[in-house]
């Protein structure tokens, strides 16, 4: 079996078949964790994925930083730019869960920080919940100025515009602020 495979990809349960580098299993099923060529050797049942790269895919504690691409009540989906401080083009997104939908946590292409917690499905999952962890950068939902951050929130000094927000100790700390120009 020789088949290019994508960073999520099956490549077989986990019953059947062992994961070597470049391979994660989320509890059922060994996924590619890069983007690469699939090698099965049918003898040991190991399955490995060869690529020219590292090792992109976010682990379990590792912190990443991004943009917030979707957002829902219950949710937000970030599109991971770096990964423990290296810049990241695996592309890949995780999900981080609101506990509080009546509170947002971030909004759409905040600049944010997560701790990954685990694979799930071929989803990663990510907490805000450490107060490093949270909103980098955003800005006025009223008026798109620059805002101050509050302890659970922002305030924007322009149009006096108040918005919840889980913000990071780093708010505004980092260089990642120009991910969002
Ligand atoms: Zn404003």
Redesign the pocket.
């Given at each position: 079996m020789t088949d290019f495979v994508m960073p999520g990809d099956k490549l077989g349960l986990i019953e059947e078949i062992e994961g070597g580098p470049n391979t994660f299993d989320d509890g059922e099923t060994i996924r590619a964790s890069s983007a690469g060529m699939v090698d099965l050797d049918k003898k040991s049942r190991l399955v490995h994925v060869r690529n020219g790269r590292q090792l992109s895919i976010p682990k379990k504690g590792d912190i990443v930083i991004g943009t917030v691409a979707m957002m829902l009540p219950s949710m937000i989906a970030v599109a991971i730019h770096y990964l423990n401080g290296k810049p990241n083009s695996s592309g890949v997104e995780c999900i981080c869960q609101n506990p509080d939908r009546k509170r947002i946590i971030a909004r759409m292409n905040d600049v944010v920080a997560l701790k990954i917690e685990t694979h799930l499905n071929g989803t990663i999952h990510a907490t805000i919940d450490d107060p490093e962890l949270g909103v980098l950068f955003t800005k006025?939902n009223?008026?798109s100025?620059n805002?101050v951050p509050l302890r659970n929130g922002v305030k924007?000094p322009?149009?006096?515009?108040m918005e919840d927000r889980k913000i990071s100790t780093n708010y505004e700390k980092s260089d990642f602020v120009k991910l969002r120009d």
């Open positions: 006025c009223a008026c100025g805002v924007c322009n149009c006096g515009y």
